[in-house]
């Protein structure tokens, strides 16, 4: 994984969208015993009161969701996402204190989800025992390892369930590991995948900042990758992801291009002073250093673009 792995992950952020989705795609059911035209409601400050004090693991995200069932009763739904190199044998027991902290504070049900996002195939935990005189304990939760869908990515490309390309992503951000070029072409398709499915703008924006996120690619690449993007919404005639900000705001890739740019290459220049003016993130002097052009130029596109309809 990359070092943007932290708590604060666009795992969270995908779950609170695609819950339904997700439970689909992995605990199908379940799916089926929740009522769903009552909605669901995150419980991030409630979780926030326990997760301060219990540190469970090597975790991309923790996120609690409150769902009503068909005959009326209110359930609670913990999700983990956990990131581990290697196998660590205290998570189940750790996992399992986290669970009780929960109910011990709230006196709710609670079904416990543990993703896997490791690359380890030999590490699965599905439970936790204790065992002493006269006494037993048993916790069982549900794990789900996304490294099991390996063999299965064929179908996963004709599923059109959103999670499907979540996987998918996952699975190449794993297989890629410092293969750059092998990372591009994946994310390439991915990124015409999610385009093809037919799904809303606000679903293809959010599981693109999924897919942009977990395959990250080198400056050049990067670059390479914003000209695809631009290349399919033409040929679908779409503009939902603005690919400048993508690139100059959200990958701060700002810096590496002042340092990057050739001199010379004044075409290439002028496209990426037109990207900058239309977003209206930087002033004329600043994308004067950014590109290497002068100001004269700068405000000649500038008039050019505000002159077009």
């Not at 952020?13 to 089926?32: A, G, M, W």
């Not at 179908?155 to 293969?179: C, G, M, Y």
């Not at 959200?250 to 290439?268: A, P």
């Not at 700068?298 to 002159?307: G, V």
Request: net charge neutral; aromatic share 12%.
């Amino acid at each position: 994984m990359t070092k943007r792995d932290n708590f604060d992950s666009p795992w969270k952020q995908l779950l609170n969208r695609f819950l339904q989705d997700f439970l689909r795609f992995c605990l199908p059911k379940l799916v089926e015993k929740i009522d769903w035209t009552l909605g669901y409601l995150s419980l991030d400050k409630e979780l926030n009161a326990i997760s301060r004090k219990q540190a469970v693991g090597k975790r991309l995200a923790d996120t609690l969701f409150k769902v009503w069932l068909k005959d009326g009763k209110e359930l609670w739904l913990l999700l983990h996402i956990e990131i581990q190199g290697e196998k660590e044998a205290d998570f189940p027991e750790r996992f399992y204190i986290y669970n009780y902290r929960i109910f011990d504070r709230y006196q709710k049900s609670i079904v416990s989800v543990a993703i896997l996002a490791d690359d380890n195939p030999k590490w699965h935990p599905k439970s936790y025992e204790r065992e002493s005189p006269y006494n037993q304990l048993s916790f069982k939760f549900a794990s789900i390892k996304l490294l099991d869908y390996t063999h299965q990515e064929e179908s996963l490309k004709k599923d059109d369930n959103p999670f499907a390309l979540v996987v998918l992503a996952h699975l190449a951000a794993l297989k890629t590991k410092k293969q750059p070029e092998k990372r591009f072409t994946a994310k390439k398709n991915l990124t015409r995948a999610l385009y093809d499915r037919g799904f809303s703008k606000e679903y293809i924006i959010d599981l693109f900042h999924f897919i942009d996120w977990i395959l990250t690619l080198p400056e050049p690449l990067e670059l390479r990758y914003t000209e695809i993007i631009e290349q399919i919404e033409e040929e679908k005639h779409v503009h939902y992801i603005t690919s400048v900000e993508r690139v100059w705001t959200q990958k701060g890739l700002e810096k590496g291009l002042e340092k990057g740019l050739e001199k010379g290459r004044q075409e290439t220049q002028v496209k990426i002073a037109l990207k900058l003016i239309q977003t209206n993130l930087f002033q004329d002097d600043k994308i004067c250093e950014i590109t290497n052009l002068p100001l004269a130029m700068i405000l000649a596109l500038r008039a050019d673009i505000q002159s077009t309809p």
